[in-house]
């Protein structure tokens, strides 16, 4: 069976000659930064064979690392890039995207308050269009935002969109109360949705069963084809390996052609990852 990742975050340090945003200090996940030669070490591991890499937010707009790997690991890496949404002068910048190494699509994020401002007055309405003309696939991580992604999927049916994490939050008291407005995402059938971190979300330890009913529903409403595995795994409370177990061995619901699906050949299909 194939197994891809939906989202892993390598990043370098903080450098005079390669800086970090003000805003991103002490958001990184961990104190030394995953570079992609550990974590093809740690695919290898878990059994891992592909890895769909998400550069993070802390570094700001920065895709050169995550490009290097996927030219340096042929067949192991493919990106999702991030892209400054706040200043329409890189509109140019969309035709060429694809073109890059590695590169798939594009990640953005609305989680500081300018970026939730952007969904809600229209200023970015131009980047849906271009994606969607363009057949760019975007992956957005939004947050108590679901009524405006709800309204962008409906406005442009050719926009192939993933929703990253369920779209949950951590500053919630139950981030798993969100789940049922994911859920209402189902109808549009250019919404996808990455299981990410789902253990990152949980006090409980392995395999997390008290959340296993809100998976089931996530695959009920989205299917085999539209629901993707992965970890961001430089926020997993268990091992690698376990949060692989966690839907191949601890989910009853998910066997034969529905779990292959979801564990890899789905996310390969939705972002033309060619396999």
Request: hydrophobic letters at 40%; proline letters at 8%.
């Amino acid at each position: 069976m194939l197994i891809v990742d939906a989202q892993v975050h390598i990043w370098a340090a903080h450098t005079p000659e390669r800086p970090w945003p003000e805003y991103g200090f002490g958001k990184e996940h961990r104190p030394v930064p995953l570079s992609a030669k550990q974590l093809v070490a740690d695919m290898d591991e878990a059994g891992v064979n592909r890895t769909v890499l998400v550069p993070p937010s802390w570094e700001g707009e920065y895709n050169d690392l995550a490009i290097a790997a996927a030219r340096d690991y042929p067949g192991r890496f493919a990106v999702m890039g991030r892209f400054d949404i706040g200043d329409r002068a890189n509109e140019a910048r969309m035709a060429g995207w694809k073109s890059q190494p590695g590169m798939l699509g594009i990640r953005v994020t609305f989680l500081r308050k300018e970026q939730q401002d952007w969904l809600k007055d229209g200023s970015i309405d131009w980047f849906w269009a271009k994606a969607e003309e363009l057949d760019i696939p975007v992956m957005v991580l939004p947050p108590g935002q679901i009524p405006q992604i709800d309204s962008v999927a409906a406005r442009h049916p050719g926009l192939r969109l993933v929703i990253d994490h369920l779209a949950m939050s951590r500053e919630t008291a139950d981030p798993f109360s969100t789940v049922k407005d994911v859920l209402a995402l189902a109808r549009h059938s250019n919404v996808a949705v990455k299981t990410t971190c789902l253990p990152g979300y949980t006090a409980e330890p392995y395999p997390f069963a008290g959340i296993r009913h809100h998976v089931e529903a996530v695959f009920d409403h989205f299917g085999p084809d539209r629901m993707f595995w992965g970890t961001d795994l430089t926020r997993l409370p268990c091992t690698y390996r376990q949060a692989v177990t966690h839907f191949t061995d601890e989910l009853p619901f998910l066997k034969g052609r529905d779990l292959e699906r979801v564990m890899g050949t789905g996310i390969c299909d939705w972002l033309g990852w060619a396999y």
